[in-house]
């Protein structure tokens, strides 16, 4: 581990067990993040991006969810192994988190202030009084003009995008090292969305944390990222710089991926989507889950569950069609 | 905020007026009037009657009746009871009102310190024995009717064990002070529980419902990404969000205990206004009828009142609208 890498994520399984039948909503990701980098998370709706978050998180729904099997390294130290008290202290201060659907993430019947001010006086100590100035500061600092009097209104006062401002002035409030947006601008208006992801560049350069964005527009990628994970049936199948992934695709999934994306340049081209669906993740079929779907599948890829190979430099892909090239990963 | 409450008094006046009109037309629609009881009386002759009849205006078209009662009754004078005679039924009703009042209260505190304690518990460990236990009790609650429970309550803890009395409010005029206050309370306990038995359930059911649904929304998972502790998540996040529907089934609440009362009262010969009511109507006391629905009628609006007021409070999205 170089002294760079800020997040480490190893062979975890998060599982839910619901009537008998075991979900594998998360099937032995590996991945890590680095300090200051910006990685994204995408695939299809139901590939498991959202509860390979939440287990970063350790907000697993349990019963059902359980996390299985693996690690899950903060600055070296495995977060799986702390006790429930000690991984209060990790949430929303040294990782922050904002989700999909600001309409409903905030509490309605606190104000704005209040809650802004809540993770501070948690994790700093610091008095409510002097939380609630910062509160005023910080939302100066994601865009409210009249920070003052936004801090003493309520949720359903603001609109969408302005919540969103509020929860990343909130997960950004204790300084965190990492900061993970699951879907963060999937529920808003396209003009709000890059407002949003402008936003959260800013922010992440002011504070230099990293970040874990999760989505499933390949277009938000392109505007943010440094690297892509690209995640399909609980699995992650191709890892790349953002560069590469979008000049050198490898698995047939993330091309797929892209022909699929709309292009803005041409917008009369037919998409080409991928035919068929996510497979769910309580009955995945046997090798490849990517197989019943791949126009290259071919009989090997039904027997065995292909590794995740390095391919070339920083270029992971989980396919047969690469087996035969560059190094085995680890 | 003060719109809100504006509005909402301005409706209930109009809902006030509406209430008069359905206590007078139900007392008009029963059968026979004031005087019908004694025109079975042989030693009364009929011409005197229809005479006491035009005087009292039993004999001017409905409206006009209805007019002169509402004239009085806005005076605070709601007529002579023809049971009790020589009492006026406001007399009556004051004389009975306390009585209601504090079972009502020590059955509403029941429901509150164990419904709401129980229900929330039930939420956090659903599924668990005490869960289980918790809603079978509930349905127990719910499907006994009271007087039945009434009865095996005073067998058992009176007749068998002899723990509670079963009858009355006092058992002697002569205590004073505390002791008087504990007499009271010990008078209190069976039929306040018996009373207040199926909204205990009502609202164990209900809380658990509210807290389980919040648990799971999202502002719910923000709270705890926040590192926020589970006391902090389920006492401040949850239970204020929770509570808001339970304010709306306390507005009822005024409702379901006075016509509970009515029962109750008659079982443990516990004198009310809900025993009074009854000893009404088996007299066809019609003024007194009319007066205990008036001030029923009234206690309900004034629930509803009080709860749409107290939802404003405690939710800003109503306070702000
Ligand atoms: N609470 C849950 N109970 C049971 N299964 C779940 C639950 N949450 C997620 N899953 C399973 O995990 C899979 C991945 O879900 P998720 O991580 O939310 O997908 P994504 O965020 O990529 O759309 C789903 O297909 C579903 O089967
Ligand atoms: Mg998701």
Redesign the pocket.
Known sequence: MSNETLLEVEGLKTYFHIEGKVAKAVDGVDFSIDRGETVALVGE?GSG??ITSMSIMQLIPSPPGKIEEGAIKLEGKDLLSLSEREMMKVRGNDIGMIF?EPMTSLNPVFTIGEQLAEPMVKHQGMNKKDAKKRAVELLKLVGFPRAEETVKEYPHQLSGGMRQRVMIAMAMSCDPKLLIA??PTTALDVTIQAQILDLMQDVKKKYNSAILI?THDLGVVAETSDRVLVMYGGQIVENASAKDLFTNPKHPYTVGLLNSMPDVADEKERLESIPGTVPPAHNFPDGCRFAPRCKHAMEACTEAVPKLRENEPNHHVRCILYEDQGGEKE | MYKYILRRVLVFIPMLLIVTVVVFTLASLAPGDPLTGQTLDPNIDPEVLEERREAMGLNDPPHIQYWNWLTEVSQGNLGDSLHYSGRTVEELIISRVPNTIYLAVFSLFITISVGLPIGIYSARKQYTVVDYTATTFGFFGLSMPNFFFALIAIYFFSFQLGWFPPRGTVSSTSLTGFESFIDRLHHLILPGITLGLSSTAIYMRYIRSEVLDVMGSDYIRTARAKGLTERSVLYKHTLRNSLIPIITLMGFEFGTLLSGAVIVESVFSFPGMGQLFLVGIENQDFPLIMGINLIVGVTILAGNLLADILYAVVDPRIRYD
């Open positions: 709706s991006k959202s999909q699951d879907e999760i």
